[in-house]
């Protein structure tokens, strides 16, 4: 007896969705790929639930960190991360400048600290007011109770787009069990068990 799924006849038109024929399958390599618009790209991508840190860079006397959501684990021997940082950003100097950055996951009552990080409401010295910084091994700043931290060196650099791509190998990493900060579709939450 076969076990293929019968074919989806029952696809429901979702927010953003292109009708029309699009190319989704790959099995026609003639036709030219869609190109997906921004409003369809980024209706997707807000629904998608990340956890939140505070990227921070230190050079000389210098601080900065932005909030973000752009991290992926690449490896774990050698372990290393990628953060993915608006070139426009003041702390993706920081970064180039002294080749460290710190990544600080917040914890759910640091969400004061997730708005204070994004926008051109705050200052960076406002910013670093709130919370407990400090440093671990490269001088990026370092959140005090933050539920994981990862305190890198930058191996190598991706200019892409709009956005620069920082691969760090982790020299220092921390993290307390707690329960940890997510953004989606435009809002911090908290993390809510199933059952
Ligand atoms: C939840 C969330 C996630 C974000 N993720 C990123 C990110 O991964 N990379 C990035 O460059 N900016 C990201 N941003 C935008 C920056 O936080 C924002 O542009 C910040 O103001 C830039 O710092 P600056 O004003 O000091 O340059 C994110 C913002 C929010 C609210």
């Not at 000389?60 to 050698?78: Q, R």
């Not at 003041?90 to 204070?116: K, P, Y």
């Not at 406002?126 to 407990?132: I, L, N, P, Q, S």
């Not at 020299?171 to 435009?186: H, M, N, T």
């Amino acid at each position: 007896m076969s076990s293929r799924r019968p074919a989806r006849t029952d696809r429901k038109v979702r927010r953003g969705q292109t009708g029309g024929d699009a190319n989704v399958t790959g099995k026609d390599e003639q036709r030219a790929w869609p190109a997906v618009g921004e409003f369809e790209f980024k209706a997707a991508i807000r629904q998608v639930a990340s956890a939140v840190f505070v990227l921070t860079a230190r050079s000389g006397e210098k601080v900065s960190g932005l909030t973000a959501t752009s991290l992926c684990s690449v490896s774990s021997e050698p372990p290393l991360v990628l953060v993915s940082v608006n070139s426009q950003a003041t702390v993706e100097r920081l970064v180039s400048e002294s080749g460290a950055f710190a990544v600080n996951f917040l914890s759910e009552d640091q969400h004061r600290i997730g708005r204070l990080f994004t926008g051109t409401e705050f200052t960076s010295r406002e910013r670093f007011a709130e919370g407990v910084w400090e440093k671990l091994v490269t001088g990026a700043p370092i959140l005090d109770a933050a539920m994981a931290t990862f305190d890198c060196v930058v191996e190598s650099t991706f200019v892409h787009g709009s956005h620069t791509i920082f691969f760090g190998r982790v020299v220092a990493a921390l993290s307390l069990d707690q329960e940890c900060l997510i953004y989606r579709d435009g809002s911090f939450r908290r993390l809510a068990p199933v059952i």
